[in-house]
């Protein structure tokens, strides 16, 4: 439970919530404190000041006598909420809102307020307090510092709305929390269950991927990644199924002739070895091209690259196969700047590519066709290209003309169409050179094979 991602949110979403509360209780109660505090203090201030006054002034009218004080002093207290405490000028309680210690000394250290004898009203107002010498009294306001604490009341509230407003909020994150976890782990949920049924064999299987943002991409994304892994699980199976076959077909061969010889129904003359002895060449160059092909998939071929003359490998592999072209009737040439920059290559791959692809040219090339090899420089590589006016690829075809025993004839047997590897090797090749091989064709109009090796880093850099 702990760890299921239901829990985890609402977790987040109480973490998030006490934390913003909790930051913003603190600014409140530190920043509002000292200007409540000073609100109180000036509200005590005008209080005093006005109860200065009332005193004062009931003092003038009242004949000057403090007679009946007490009645008023009881209401202030009672209505302001306070202990206050009226002395005349020689020191004698004449009222006290508690109602007690009447005609004695007061005794006191707290601070008190000197009431003085109003001056006589002016135009329109009231009598104002002076600064004249002529002492009435004295006043003490709270003199046991029995201040009601308003502002820490007042904090003690916000304080408990805070709290109120917090355990409100984790309600209301409660319910988000299952309303979005559902809608969150759904497609999690259903992500796991594909990748189980995937993780078990059933390529098939595919995650709904609806409306946009993250959820949408990583559905997006694991239905391609299943879609590659679906396409090389049916590659894997049909290079097991096509090496079978490819190996059945020699080993059938070479069985019968043996067992005809074993029988004396065939006698191992010149003919019968001949015989055999191309069965298990044909063989042995499957099983090469097999290996060649694996150690390439694993990116364990060892090439010995250096700086070399790209533009001689060319034509020593024309050399190669300008007898069978000429037997065939087939117009085999080059095409090549005067010089090119040194390529980093191996140069006897690089020989392999060009007698695949030649290869395949001559072979789908009809009498009095054209072959032209070409090369060019393009940025940091050399563009080498094999084009040719044969029968051409089908667009369908094409995507999966390097494809591992992949023929575009099917009635092409291994003996005149070859053991369908050798495109494979040679994109990989050129890949373990850093380059790319790409196609173009049409059918009827023929097709045009280029690939790229990098221009020699030396050059590059100087």
Known sequence: ??????????????????????????FVVRNTGSELEQFDIRAEQNQAARTEFLLSYYYSINNMSWDGVQTIVEQMGTTEGQHIVVTDA????????????????????????????????????????????????????????A????????????????????????????????????????????????????????????????????????AQAFNSMADDIERDEKLRQNLVADTAHELRTPLSNLRGYLEAIKDDVVKPDATTINSLYEEVTLLTRLV???????????????????????TGVIKQAVVSFQSQAVDKGISLRTDLPDKLPLC????????????????NAVTHTPREGNITISARESGNHIEVTVADTGEGIPAEELPNIFERFYRVDRSRSRRTGGSGLGLTIAKRLVEAHGGKISVQSEPGK????????????????S
Not at 446 to 460: A, E, N, Q
């Open 1 to 26: 439970m702990i760890h299921s991602l239901q829990f985890r949110l609402l977790l987040a979403f109480v973490l998030v919530i006490l934390v913003a509360i909790g930051t913003v209780s603190i």
């Open 90 to 145: 020689t020191g004698i309680i004449v009222a006290n809102s508690q109602g007690n210690s009447l005609g004695k000394q007061y005794h006191t250290t707290a601070p008190g307020i000197k009431l003085f004898l109003p001056s006589p009203p002016s135009w329109g107002g009231r009598p104002t307090s002076s600064s004249q010498e002529t002492v009435i009294g004295t006043l003490y306001i709270n003199p046991e510092n």
């Open 147 to 218: 201040r009601p604490a308003l502002t820490k009341n007042l904090a003690d509230t916000i304080n408990r709305f805070l709290l109120w407003g917090g355990l409100l909020a984790i309600a209301i994150a409660l319910v988000l929390t299952l309303v979005l976890s559902r809608r969150i782990s759904s497609p999690v949920r259903a992500l796991t269950m594909t990748a189980r049924k995937l993780g078990q064999g059933d390529f098939s299987q595919r995650v709904p991927s609806k409306g946009k943002g993250e959820m949408a991409e990583l």
């Open 288 to 310: 090469d091209d097999l290996q060649e092909l694996a150690l390439a998939e694993a990116s364990e071929l060892k090439l010995v690259m250096q700086a070399e003359d790209i």
């Open 344 to 359: 980093d290559i191996d140069s006897q791959r690089i020989a392999q590519i060009l007698h695949n692809l030649i290869s």
């Open 446 to 461: 023929g097709s045009r094979f280029t690939f790229t090796v990098p221009i020699s880093s030396d050059l590059i850099n």
